[in-house]
């Protein structure tokens, strides 16, 4: 590992595109960072649970929201609307939508690894 890394999404080593769903992965210092973009109409249930064979997201996610707004509704009862600038951490034990006609877009530092078929 060199003592300075600079990678960036315009090549990422990895996309993964389920129904309404894109996350360009890359790798640096050993870790998976992936920026995400769920279309205007997408859900976790509708679109990823499918494939995850589990009732709620089990995935535990930080990221930071570029665009668009999504709304997280979590196994205990919790209600949250991630916007434009928020820093977020999501537990494990979720469902969230899309909220509106503007395309979510983030960026997540943990919880890209397995997301979506990794």
């Known amino acids: 590992m060199a003592g300075v890394e600079i990678d960036d999404f315009s090549a990422p080593d990895e996309v993964r ?3 309404r769903t894109t996350v360009e992965v890359i790798t640096i210092a050993g870790r998976e960072v992936g ?3 769920f279309q205007p ?5 509708e679109c990823i649970k499918p494939g995850a064979g589990t009732e709620t ?3 535990d996610h930080v ?9 997280v509704k979590h196994g205990d009862g919790s209600t949250a609307d991630v916007t434009p600038g928020s820093v977020y ?7 969230s ?3 509106g006609d503007e395309p979510f877009v983030s960026i997540e530092f943990q919880g890209t690894a397995e997301f979506a078929g990794g």
């Open 35 to 37: 920026r995400y973009t």
């Open 89 to 95: 951490h999501i537990a494990p034990g979720h469902d």
């Open 63 to 71: 990221g930071y929201c570029l665009s668009g707004e999504l709304r």
């Open 41 to 45: 109409g997408w859900s976790w249930s």
């Open 57 to 59: 997201c089990q995935h």
């Open 17 to 19: 595109r389920p129904d």
């Open 97 to 99: 939508e899309v909220v």
